[in-house]
């Protein structure tokens, strides 16, 4: 049976993603048309593409995450360059390793742009912090005046998944000059509202994978220096678009992943760990599936 499939952002902890879509299609279900955002573009990129989701688990455990902490070459000790590299540059890693291994995964299957597959087939969320807008692509690339089909999806790809100050934004040029885009989740980290329109009948069943224990138990942010007031403020605007608009209704296509053991950066994940997060993928997709009908 065809579904659509959306699939949050969560940084490393995107690696129970994979869990989870094992299990989805282990009930003999296939993905129509995919979304997601920053680690979720990844994966929903991955699909598109004509990946199984174990062909995705070989390729994630087989992957050296440090290779995608690209810092830029320097002559000043690094405790000092990587502030001003933040400064300068926008982020502490360039982010082109990321760009270049998705480029690689997706030619594997003959794919790199988005005339390689059919029309609204893979949408990815990222955010243009120029103009102050959240961006669908590659349906918002005619706003830049930019075709389109010809785009690159690893582009899409590493656009969605810049964490501010972590990677380095990507300059995008348009009609109007460059835009600075950063990391989907800085506007919608969980975009199921592309699928599943309120009081609009569905194409087919829609399924989403959301990296949190449940949309309506959010632990409450404890603020009393300004690194908590930072990290409180980001999650808020990654987490306020999307809780706003799943309702319950919505929540029961969703597969809730609770990931609280993860860190979104932590790049120097052991296989262990990623064992772990396949496995809490597939446990809580097991769950779901328990009382989910369609």
């Not at 609204?120 to 089909?149: C, F, K, T, W």
Request: aromatic fraction near 12%; hydrophobic fraction near 45%; charged fraction near 25%.
């Amino acid at each position: 049976m065809k579904i659509d499939g959306v699939f949050s952002g969560g940084g490393i902890k995107g690696f129970a993603l994979i869990g989870a879509i094992q299990e989805i299609e282990k009930k003999g279900f296939q993905f129509e048309r995919v979304a997601g955002t920053s680690a979720g573009s990844i994966v929903a990129a991955l699909i598109a593409a004509g990946y199984g989701s174990h062909e995705i688990e070989q390729v994630l455990d087989d992957l050296d995450l440090t290779k995608f902490l690209d810092a830029r070459k320097m002559i000043i000790p690094f405790p000092l360059a990587k502030w001003l590299f933040v400064y300068w540059k926008l982020g502490l890693y360039k982010g082109n390793e990321l760009e270049k291994w998705i480029e690689e995964k997706l030619a594997a299957k003959g794919v790199r742009t988005f005339s390689d597959l059919p029309p609204q087939n893979l949408r990815i969320i990222a955010s243009d912090l120029s103009n102050g807008r959240l961006m669908v692509l590659p349906d918002d690339l005619v706003r830049y005046g930019i075709p389109p089909e010809s785009f690159s999806i690893a582009k899409a790809v590493r656009m969605s998944c810049s964490i501010p100050y972590f990677f380095e934004p990507v300059k995008l040029k348009s009609m109007d000059g460059v835009n600075v885009i950063v990391d989907g989740g800085v506007l919608s980290n969980f975009p199921m509202w592309l699928f599943d329109h309120e009081n609009i009948q569905k194409v087919r069943p829609v399924i989403g994978i959301k990296l949190s224990a449940d949309e309506y138990e959010h632990e409450k942010h404890k603020i009393k220096n300004a690194i908590q007031l930072f990290g409180a403020l980001f999650e808020t605007m990654k987490d306020a678009h999307d809780s706003r608009y799943v309702s319950r209704k919505h929540a029961k296509n969703i597969i809730f992943v609770p990931s609280e053991g993860a860190l979104s950066i932590e790049f120097h994940l052991t296989n262990e760990k990623k064992q772990e997060l396949f496995e809490l993928g597939r446990e809580s997709a097991k769950k779901f599936f328990k009382s989910w009908c369609y």
